[in-house]
């Protein structure tokens, strides 16, 4: 079975400060992984995925995250938090379903940037 | 990226009635159409797999009476709460694959802007 879980609810950071969102995972097989994030009543943009290339995978607005097979962990980091950065973040991983594949979403983590 | 669109952003109704959702793909045919609910503060679950032309595929749990889902062409899925209660109340976020680049095959996917409905 896949799954993925992610370790807090709640993130708050300063401005310039690092982002470190934490994800793990559980699956049968090699996963496919992803990062979305979702501004308030708005849809979802993918950040970033891992689909067994690199394991240190760059995104977009300089997040970028680390796929551990050791640790079966996913984390989502940024070196400098900006203010835009404040949002929901999805940790996802495909669900290999037959004919069609499905994406299993985290409980999700808010991020909130302080001035 | 591709685009898709939800239409109506935000809908209120009175409960027992019916509402309609509209999810295109704008630039891109979609052989796949993913519709989500979203609760405040949680996570996304998905409701059903709407395939173009052919019957959708409900997760357990989810009434496929009450959401009626319809995706008769390659750029176009509706999402129908029939009877509404206010218990349906819910963020619904549809999601779409490109056909031509398969990417569902790598399981990305694009996202519409969601729509909330609110049933009094």
């Known amino acids: 079975a896949q799954s993925v879980t992610q370790l807090d609810s709640h993130v708050s950071v300063s401005e310039g400060t690092p982002v470190l969102l934490r994800c793990n995972y559980s699956?049968?097989?090699?996963?496919?992984l992803f990062w979305y994030v979702q501004h308030p009543n708005k849809g979802l943009q993918l950040l970033l995925k891992y689909t067994s290339a690199a394991t240190l995978v760059k995104g977009i607005n300089g997040f970028e995250a680390e796929f551990k097979k050791s640790e079966t962990s996913f984390h989502l980091t940024k070196p400098s938090a900006h203010m835009s950065d404040a949002a929901e973040y999805f940790c996802v991983v495909l669900f290999y379903g037959g004919a069609t594949n499905k994406l299993i979403f985290g409980t999700g983590t808010l991020l909130a940037v302080q001035p | 990226g591709a685009v898709v669109s939800q239409h109506p952003s935000w809908v209120i109704c009175k409960s027992g009635t019916s509402v309609k959702i509209e999810c295109r793909s704008l630039?891109?045919?979609?052989?796949?159409m993913f519709w989500y609910r979203q609760f405040p503060k949680q996570s996304l679950m998905l409701m059903a797999t709407?395939?173009?032309?052919?019957?959708?595929?409900?997760e357990q749990g989810v009434e496929k009476d009450k959401f009626l889902i319809n995706h008769a062409s390659l750029t176009l899925s509706t999402l129908t709460v029939t009877s509404a209660h206010p218990e349906d109340s819910s963020f619904y976020i549809c999601?779409?694959?490109?056909?031509?680049?398969?990417?569902?095959?790598?399981?990305?996917?694009?996202f519409g802007e969601g729509s909330r409905l609110t049933v009094l």
């Open positions: 999601s779409a694959s490109d056909r031509r680049t398969r990417a569902q095959r790598h399981g990305e996917l694009f």
């Open positions: 709407s395939n173009e032309g052919s019957k959708a595929t409900y």
């Open positions: 699956s049968s097989y090699s996963p496919s």
């Open positions: 630039d891109f045919q979609a052989t796949t």
